[in-house]
């Protein structure tokens, strides 16, 4: 059998990471026996139907990961974060989660994440260089 070629892009197409994430949800769930997967995003419009904030991930197996939290710079410091973030929770407690998973940089929210309950349980340091690469939870259902 020849040896597969190796094709480097920066621009991979949406399609091809699906496929990926796909084969990678397969392997896992056929590991696990679990295969209640779902994902989740939730999206702020404006007046014109242009995305100004969002949070984006997938429930599995009792966690919801979040891949993607961001809100446009003008509208920070307003809730909206906030408001994002407890509708993601609220959804993952009526999906059957636990707990939440996130990772975020030392210089992005880290201070935001723990006035709202997540707890730093990794931490990967000089990633990027210069800063560190946290890895966050917060257990759903609990005080807080």
């Not at 070629?5 to 392997?27: G, K, M, N, S």
């Not at 408001?83 to 993952?92: D, S, W």
């Not at 210089?107 to 935001?112: I, L, S, T, V």
Request: with cysteine; net charge negative.
């Amino acid at each position: 059998m020849p040896t597969p070629e190796l094709v480097i892009t920066t621009e991979p197409a949406p399609d091809q990471v699906q496929y990926l994430e796909d084969r990678i949800y397969e392997f896992n769930s056929a590991a696990t026996g679990i295969t209640d997967g779902e994902w989740l995003a939730i999206f702020v419009k404006d007046e014109q139907g242009r995305i100004v904030a969002g949070i984006c991930g997938n429930t599995w197996g009792g966690g919801l990961e979040i891949r993607q939290f961001w809100v446009e710079e003008a509208r920070r410091k307003q809730g909206l974060g906030t408001r994002l973030l407890g509708a993601a929770e609220q959804e993952a407690l009526r999906r059957g989660c636990r707990q939440v998973l996130l990772m975020t940089f030392s210089f992005q929210a880290p201070a935001f994440y723990a006035k709202h309950g997540f707890e730093v349980i990794a931490v990967v340091d000089d990633h990027p260089r210069g800063h560190k690469n946290l890895l966050l939870r917060k257990r759903l259902g609990e005080s807080n």
